[in-house]
């Protein structure tokens, strides 16, 4: 018996630790909730809007809808029904489907209205927090290659950034000002992916897509290209891929003709549309997966349009490289892509 009780004691005190050291629960693939026999629903959600937000101490799913803002987890116990508890989990043990019977279950329930919030009153987590993957596709819209004097690609640019990069929407940005000073804003569309994708023809390749959302590829042009050409060096620091503030799923967008827009304090510094692609998202899923299987839950930044600092044209006209002005702590930045929401982060 005493045996026993020191066993309990001796695992209380580890999980004790754990959640001391631990912070928030982000729900991990390797601590799975139970799944009620019989509901979980594999394969991709369809017509809803997500996002992650941070409640009662940790990062949870969270559906956005005409009655205010679902808190998923709190809704499947209340429903007794079964739903991943990140965004992250859904993705990448591909449950879409039970977050939308969730959801579709909760509007649909009278005595579920408790469970709707006001999106003013929530608090934002990072959209994703540990996608295996994240890729980015560089020089990729024409007139971005014209601003900064470089010829179009014969194929697509990767690079990479990793999951410490990652800033929620409504985030705080602190610059690593003691390596770099020339900051820079990059509006992109972000492929979230929902199916395994290795090899994948591109006609095929949009069904491996989960949904979209907003990003900005974040960069230190002088650690870029100042460096011996060190992309990964430039666009990875701590912050560098805001995205957010939603997940859209894939049906209810046309990623080929988006409108996007960049400001800086509430100047449009970048205007575009998707369709000045240079590889559009069937392509850029098809080159990458001949070279890197793509996994549910991993997302692809897909480039940036033109209007950037570092291609030196401000209202049309050119700028000497000596004048460029960089972004600076204070500065307030805001992305708005088409059906995907605005991404607002800060600099400090």
Known sequence: MHSNRRSFLK?????GAVATLGGLNTA????????PAGQEKKGLARGL???TMRRNGEYRLGAKTSKGILDVKEAAGFLKL???ATLDDMLQREEGASVQAVVGAAMQANAAQKLFLKEENIEYGPLVIRPEKIVC???NYRKHAQEIKMPIPKQPVLFNKYNNSLLQHGGTLKLPSAVATKFDYEIELVIVMGKEARDVSEKDALSCVAGYATGNDFSARDLQFETGGQWMQGKSSDGFAPLGPYFVTAEQVDPDNLNLECRVNGETRQSSNTNDLIYNCSQIIRYTSARISL???DIIFTGTPGGVIFGGVVGGLAVPKEKYVWLKAGDKIACS???LGELKFDLA
């Open 11 to 15: 695992r209380a005190g580890a999980i």
């Open 28 to 35: 991990s693939a390797e601590t799975k909730p139970a799944k």
């Open 49 to 51: 809007t997500l996002l």
């Open 82 to 84: 079964y739903s991943p």
């Open 137 to 139: 596709v560089g020089l």
């Open 295 to 297: 996994r549910p839950g």
């Open 337 to 339: 892509l088409e059906k």
